[in-house]
């Protein structure tokens, strides 16, 4: 089973996130995860292998990241539609700085390409992530289990969803 985690990371905030979720990811066994930060690019050929999609973004004016949204308003070369997809977020602002708002931007370009959105929710109980991680950027050490969690649920379902196999 294969894994993209995507986002744009800055200052490295973020992308300190997103390898807290890859290695949540890869800890549910069989699963090949690689990053992609849109600054470096992304390999086309390994997302459309994949059967899950996470994606990343920082929070701005309480919507995606510019880099985020030009890459899915413009990319044609990768495959998204009947993957699953999931997305977090990351903040400055430990006072409702929009990370919500942010990973809601997203998922709508999720559905706008045909991908299966999951969050894990309520289904594995405790901790809810209801609809994916927010985290603050002077926490992020601390949420390092909670991303963890959050990439090992991404992958079991993708398990669940698609078999050992990749699509």
């Known amino acids: 089973m294969k894994i993209s985690v995507i986002y744009f990371s800055e200052t490295g905030g973020t992308g300190r996130v997103a390898e807290f979720i890859a290695g949540g990811a890869r800890a549910a066994g069989d699963t090949e995860v690689r990053l992609f930060n849109l600054k470096s690019g992304v390999d086309a050929d390994f997302v459309n292998d994949c059967a899950a999609v996470i994606f ?51 998922v709508t370009h999720l559905l706008v390409k ?5 969050s894990s929710g309520t289904e594995f109980g405790r901790p809810f992530i209801h609809i994916g991680p927010t ?33």
């Open 56 to 106: 990343g973004t920082p929070t701005y004016c309480a919507g995606m990241c510019w880099q985020m949204k030009k890459w899915f308003d413009t990319d044609r070369g990768v495959r998204l539609g009947g993957k699953l997809g999931a997305v977090f977020a990351t903040e400055n602002s430990p006072n409702g700085g929009g990370a919500e708002a942010a990973i809601l931007s997203v």
């Open 135 to 167: 985290v603050v950027r002077k926490n992020i050490p601390e949420k390092e289990e909670l991303c963890d969690l959050f990439g090992r649920r991404i992958a079991l379902k993708a398990h669940a969803l698609f078999g050992a196999s990749s699509r």
């Open 114 to 118: 045909g991908m299966l959105v999951y």
